[in-house]
């Protein structure tokens, strides 16, 4: 094994992950909708008003599908992950994907089991590669909400093969994302939002205190201008479009989400959400008006179209 590299794949992949509990109110559901931009352009928005405020009181509010990104396995609040055999630079930690499986609605307030575990760990040579899988359970009913596949790129992290083969493990089927490509036709729908200067702000709320999207010198550090806006904020940002616009405003229409983050978004950006339909399938890019970047793409996958499509 290359003593560069302080991953020990042999160690990490025998770690049994620690059941967490994740407990939220209507309070908690409401701060992440408007940490996502929710009501940012309207406050009263008639599709986006239910996430933060019911007339029959907060026990009724509806919670976005994202909201279970919450629910993965936690980072420390610096951003690493604190896991035996695992020893890399936190500032080197790219967010590279989040898939996600919804299978109940959220309730306005849950208290959630968590259930973790490595799903893949491999060898890129210059960087590893890290998928860890979390279940979401309803604590009190037992049922199964919700699955979260978060996928680390840890550069510097590789190189940690012992042998000419590079280590490759898949505890599961690869999820078939590889396959998605932006189409080149003209978009099904087009939605421009704004991100506030406050926005990561207001999205570490909800739980990511890492200081990078906070701290201006942590982020010079790490070679940004200033604190960028988390991925998963940006991802909420797009699904918030395609439920508007595909779903015609019903956020259980939403089966599956794949997010695959290219590039950091500053607060105070615009962002526009490119959507194309292929059947049950919305395939989505995310672009930075302001510098014409690509930060995100993905696809949502519903349970069925709206009849005004």
Known sequence: MAKSSGLNPELLLSQ???EKTFTYTERDAAIYALGVGACGR??????????????????FIQVLPTFSALFSFELEPSGAM??????????????????????????????IRNEACIAGLHDKGKAAILEIE???YNAESGELLCMNRMTAFLRGAGGFSNSSQ????????????????????????VFEDYTQPSQALVYRLSGDYNPLHS???VAKAAGFSRPIL??????????????????????????????RFLLHVYPGETLVTEMWLQGLRVIYQVKVK????????????????????
Do not use: W
């Open 82 to 111: 604190d896991l035996p055999g695992l020893q890399y630079d936190p500032q080197l930690l790219l967010h590279g994907q989040q898939y996600m499986e919804l299978y109940k609605p959220f309730p306005s307030s849950a208290s």
């Open 16 to 18: 049994k992950l620690p």
């Open 290 to 309: 302001e510098r014409n970047r690509s930060v995100l793409s993905g696809f949502v996958d519903v349970h069925r179209l709206a009849s005004s499509l």
């Open 166 to 189: 590079p280590f490759s493990y898949s505890k599961y089927q690869t999820i078939p994302v590889s396959a998605v490509k932006i189409p080149k036709s003209q978009p099904f729908a």
């Open 215 to 217: 701290d201006p010198m």
């Open 134 to 136: 979390t279940k979401s």
């Open 230 to 259: 988390h991925g998963l904020c940006t991802m909420g940002f797009a699904v918030r479009a395609i439920i508007k616009f595909i779903c015609r405003g019903d956020p259980n229409m939403v089966k599956n989400i794949f997010s």
């Open 42 to 59: 309207n406050a009263v928005d008639a599709d986006e008003l239910k996430y933060v405020y019911h007339e029959n009181g907060q026990q």
